[in-house]
């Protein structure tokens, strides 16, 4: 049994979601346990400046440094608070903050046609947790997915597949963090002669924190159990105008971030609300809508059948509007939390990023190329340990 943290920040830069767990390998699996978990919430003023450079604010390189530099600190500082009153861990899984991604699609491929790659920056460096906490670290799991050729999401797919596959049901697990994804589970998950396959669908709390924080002059950051946007009436011509938008129709594998949906895309969507005269309750409704519709859109043309559950997991698993949303649209399919099935739907990613750590200690492949797009089966992450980096080194 190995105990291991797994860190992360999502898109919705709320904070840092550490979970402790014991990991352990058997005849029938892996076996995750969850022992304590706590969110860590970042200073108000470096999350505001997170969100400024997602949202394209110039920063000098210093700063940038400064910003990975204090990034790093909290993650350590989080991965410490989490082990008071247990046992120590022995590995530490860090996805780090995002703070700004490039799918291989949007790659100018000009100079060189033949190669697209796609990018993706994660702050915190995993070398200074590893320092400061004196426990093994795996951090910047993305780039190899990107290196051969994948989106670099999403990752936790392989993990969803070995913890939340049903011998006989089809399950679609769809997480509502900033950006909203889903991994499609068939029974049987890996052993199943069908694929398993996922990819990002859209905008979930990236926008809807965006218009609280518009509508309420920055007093409030997100919609409390949904009760803002169920005040209000959802304009549906909106919503079928904004699913026309590419990204929507686009087939998997595909991901994004708020670089697409994030402020410049909000404020769109203000534009084009102005004809209506919405109320601010409305226009939430309306971006509620657009999520719960881009969620169905995406099922019914890319799953090869619609599943019998939807797991919902992330902190818009908490909107009671949005799941009602999405369990009229999807109706008489079950809409539930991993919750319901034993993982906990607001630890979840970090929980994943603990065993993606733990498959990267023990030399395993953390991705599936089926869900990114990636060319082969590659181990996620690089391990710092007190001796410095770990790499696997072959001859060329």
């Known amino acids: ?20 767990v014991d990991i352990q390998e058997s005849s029938t699996g892996l076996q995750v346990e969850l022992i304590a978990a706590q969110t860590y919430p970042y200073p108000s003023e470096l999350r505001s400046q997170i969100l400024r450079l997602c949202g394209g604010e110039s920063i000098s390189m210093a700063q940038l440094a400064q910003l990975d530099d204090a990034i790093a600190l909290e993650f350590a500082t989080a991965a410490l608070a989490i082990q008071n009153g247990v046992e120590p861990a022995t590995l530490i899984g860090s996805h780090g903050q995002t703070v700004y991604h490039r799918p291989p699609e949007l790659n100018d491929t000009s100079q060189h046609p033949d190669v697209k790659l796609g990018y993706s920056l994660q702050l915190g460096r995993g070398a200074v947790i590893n320092q400061l906490t004196n426990i093994t670290t795996v951090s910047n799991f993305r780039v190899a997915d990107l290196a051969a050729g994948g989106q670099g999401a999403p990752l936790v797919s392989r993990v969803d597949a070995y913890i939340l596959s049903h011998p006989s049901d089809r399950r679609c697990v769809q997480n509502l963090g900033g950006i909203a994804n889903v991994t499609y589970l068939p029974p049987g998950g890996l052993n199943s002669p069908e694929k398993i396959i996922g990819w990002d669908t859209g905008p979930a709390n990236s926008l809807l924190d965006l218009a609280v924080q518009y509508f309420s002059n920055g007093t409030q950051t997100y919609d409390r159990s949904g009760a803002w946007a169920a005040s209000g009436n959802p304009c549906m011509s909106l919503v079928e105008d904004w699913l026309k938008q590419d990204f929507f129709q686009q087939p998997p594998p595909k991901s994004t971030g708020r670089e697409l949906f994030g402020e410049t895309y909000f404020q769109q969507c203000l534009t084009d609300a102005q004809p209506y005269n919405l109320s601010s ?85 953390g991705n599936l190329p089926e869900v990114t797009g990636a060319n082969r089966a590659v181990m996620l992450g690089e391990m710092h340990t007190q001796l410095g980096l770990t790499t696997v080194k072959r001859k060329l």
Not at 9 to 16: E, F, K, N, Q
Not at 317 to 335: C, E, G, M, T
Request: glycine share 8%.
């Open 1 to 20: 049994m190995v105990g291991v943290i797994g860190l992360i920040s999502g898109t919705s830069v709320d904070g840092i979601d550490a979970a402790f």
């Open 281 to 365: 309750a409305d226009l939430l409704a309306t971006l509620t809508e657009l999520t719960s519709a881009s969620i169905e859109h995406s099922y019914r043309q890319f799953l090869p059948q619609m599943p019998d559950q939807v797991l919902l997991c992330g902190g818009g698993s908490h909107n009671l509007y949005l799941k009602q949303s999405l369990q009229n649209r999807l109706d008489p399919i079950a809409v539930m939390t991993t919750s319901e099935v034993g993982l906990d739907a607001d630890f979840k990613e970090a929980i994943a990023f603990a065993v993606l750590a733990y498959w990267r200690s023990q030399g395993q492949v």
